[in-house]
Each structure stands twice: as C-alpha cells, then as structure tokens.
C-alpha cells in the first residue's frame, strides 16, 4: 500500500465543543479518502481538510445501494491517551459486509493504520465527559457513474469523525420499544447481517410511525413468522430472564453487533448462564406473566447498553423493573465505559491506543 498523503491545515484556534453535543450533528477538521480501481487496487489514501465529495449524477450507489459502512468509537483514557475500541473488529466486519455486497475488500492492517493515523490527528476532537467520544464512520461506496444493475468497478473509501454525546436523548435512561409486527427489517439470506444503507431505508416508516406513538424505536420480529425477537433499530438485543441472559442467534438477518459479542464475554467471565438462542416473543409475554422476565437491555457502539423500561406488544404494554435500568444492565454500562477509558484494565485486548502522530497540526 502506499503511503498516506497529509494535507493538513495548522490548526489556528482551540476548539470548542458545544456542551450538548447530540448525535452525528458536528464533524472534525480532517477526513481520510482512497480510492479503488480495477487497474491500481486501492490507491491514493490521503488525509485532508473535511470537503464535500463531488459525486456523479450517475454514481451507482445513489441507484442501486451498492455502500456498506461500520461505526466505532474513540475515547480519552483518564490520563490523556487517545484510544480506539475494538478496532480489528470493526475492520473485519466492514470486509465482510463488502463480501455480501460486491465490494472489493480493503487491507485490514493498512486501514487499521489509516484510522489511528486520523484519530491521532484529530485527537483534540475527542470530548471526554462520561459518556461522549468520537464517533468513526468508514463508509465504502460504488461511484461509477453508470445506470444499469452489476457491481460498480471503482470505489470510494472515507472516514469521517464526529464527537458526539449520548446517543438517546434519555442517555442511560430505560427506553420505550414497539415490537413491530406489521413491517419486517431484513430475512434470513437476505442483508440483514450486512451494515449496509438498504437495511436503514427498510428501518424508516416503522420507526417513524413507533415515534409519533411516542416510543423511541421498534424491536424488530424475524421476517418469516414474526415468531422471533431479532434486533433493535441499531442495537442487539438481551433479554434477562430470572435465571438465564439470552440474545437472539445469529442467523443471517440480525447484524453481527460488536457490542453484543463483547457483552456476551463479559457476562460469560462473571460467570453468568448467558446463551445465543431463538427467543419467542410469545416466551418474552409468557415470562412476564409468570414473573420471570427481569428486563431487557439493547447493546450496540452508538448507545452502549440501553435498557428498555417499557415493551408494547400488540397493544399492551409491558413495565420492565418498575421502568428502572436493571442491576445488570447498570453493571454491563459502568463496565464498558470504565474499559473505554482505561480506569480498569483491557484484560480482554479490545483496546488499541492511538500512537503520537507523525504530523503537527
Ligand atoms: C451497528 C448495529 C448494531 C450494533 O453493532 P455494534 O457493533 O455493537 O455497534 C446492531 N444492529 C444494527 C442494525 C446495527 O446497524
């Protein structure tokens, strides 16, 4: 792979953080770009000044939705040392969401670099009150500009950074979730495993309709039966039974969440009976009933862990712990914000610090 270019400008004034930062509403300075072609791979990866992208009319993506993406989270460690969160993962997954959709996989070392390299450069950016951090979007996308359906043969890489707060405007509050059974978001063989835009559009009118009834997402049924519980909006989904953590198996239209697998190692190194099976919701209803349904948490990088205070269900509701975040649900949040910034230790390995960089800005 060649080497990064730096276009980077001096950096005149200190910045400036708004106190309530929302969700994906400011960008940094800087962004990273390379470009794929048949003929030369993956070239010309630079890091600049944030611009807009000029894009074809004709670019295939806007057709067809040939794009993919990940989203994964930077911190300040107590101390002052920039860290990424499950970095290698995050790369694995974006390649293997291009397998599914036809694009040309990247270096997973090479973009490993690319993105501390830029996190390092903008690492003035990373707000650090509990809960915030930088928010790293790679996205790839097909930008030939051509109108007929096959995969595009040039590409484009970019990762843009955002500092962001919490991700539900009630923070670490408990939720309220519609189980959806009048849409359905993706189905076994389709791409539902795959961060890829398609499944976001299939996401919309559900989500819109849930929020107008004054719910703040929906959990999503399987798209065969509406039998089994798959997933939230952007978050996997636990449901703690009295004796028993269980999360929906992955098979094939639930995404893959890097949260979820670290959640399922942590409860597993508490020693906790945690399984990966199919959850009926009628089982969920059943449980509560009889008194043995706990609660229910989502996990996913953008919120963390989420509880649900709240689950309606063809037209009843149904109060989890009193509308209170579970004890473990409170335990699983402190663990892993503890973890991103360092103040207990990485004895798992998920965390990658981000190495002074090369360039001043
Ligand atoms: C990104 C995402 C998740 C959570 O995955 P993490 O790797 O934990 O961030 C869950 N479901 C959907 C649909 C997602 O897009």
Redesign the pocket.
Same mark, same amino acid.
Do not use: D, F, Q
């Given at each position: 792979m060649e080497k990064i270019q730096y276009h980077i400008k001096k950096r005149t004034h200190k910045i400036e953080l708004p106190k309530e930062l929302g969700f994906g509403k400011l960008f940094t300075d800087h962004f990273f770009e390379m470009d794929y072609s048949p003929e030369k791979g993956w070239h010309n990866p630079i890091i600049k000044h944030l611009e807009n992208l000029s894009v074809h009319p004709g670019s295939m993506f806007i057709h067809y939705g040939q794009a993919i993406f &990940? !989203? %994964?989270k930077a911190f300040k460690t107590e101390d002052g040392k920039a860290i990424i969160f499950r970095p290698k #993962?995050?790369i694995r +997954?974006l390649n293997n969401s291009a397998k599914r959709i036809c694009i040309p996989l990247v270096d997973e070392e090479f973009l490993l670099h690319a993105l501390t390299e830029l996190v390092a450069i903008e690492s003035d950016w990373i707000p650090t009150n509990p809960g915030e951090s930088l928010y790293i979007r790679p996205v790839i996308y097909g930008m030939d500009p051509f109108l007929g359906v096959k995969p595009s043969s040039n590409y484009k890489l970019f990762i843009l950074l955002s500092p962001v707060g919490a991700y539900y405007s009630e923070g670490f509050k408990p939720i309220k979730i519609l189980i959806q059974d009048d849409y359905v +978001?993706a189905v076994k063989k389709g791409l !539902?495993e795959c961060?890829t835009p398609a499944?976001?559009a299939a996401?919309l009118l559900a989500t819109k309709e849930a929020k107008e009834k004054g719910f703040t997402q929906v959990l999503w049924l399987d798209g065969i039966e509406q039998k089994y519980l798959e &997933?939230? !909006?952007?978050?996997?989904i636990f449901v703690e039974f009295k004796d028993e953590i269980a999360t929906p198996e992955l098979t094939g239209s $639930? %995404?893959?969440? $890097?949260? +979820? +697998?670290?959640v399922i190692k942590i409860l597993k190194e508490k020693g906790l009976n945690v399984t990966e099976r199919l959850i009926t919701i009628d089982e969920v209803v059943e449980a509560y009933k009889n008194g043995t349904l706990v609660s229910l948490f989502g996990? !996913?990088? #953008?919120a963390v862990i989420s509880p649900v205070g709240w689950l309606t269900y063809k037209g009843t509701e149904m109060i989890l712990n009193n509308g209170k975040a579970s004890k473990l649900a409170q335990e699983l949040f402190d663990e892993l914000s503890s973890l991103h910034t360092l103040s207990i230790e990485d004895k798992y390995d998920w965390i990658v610090q981000v190495q002074n960089e090369e360039v001043e800005v």
């Open positions: &990940e !989203g %994964l #993962a995050h +997954r +978001r !539902g961060k499944n976001y996401s &997933e939230v !909006g952007t978050m996997n $639930i %995404l893959p969440g $890097i949260t +979820r +697998r670290s996990t !996913g990088t #953008a």
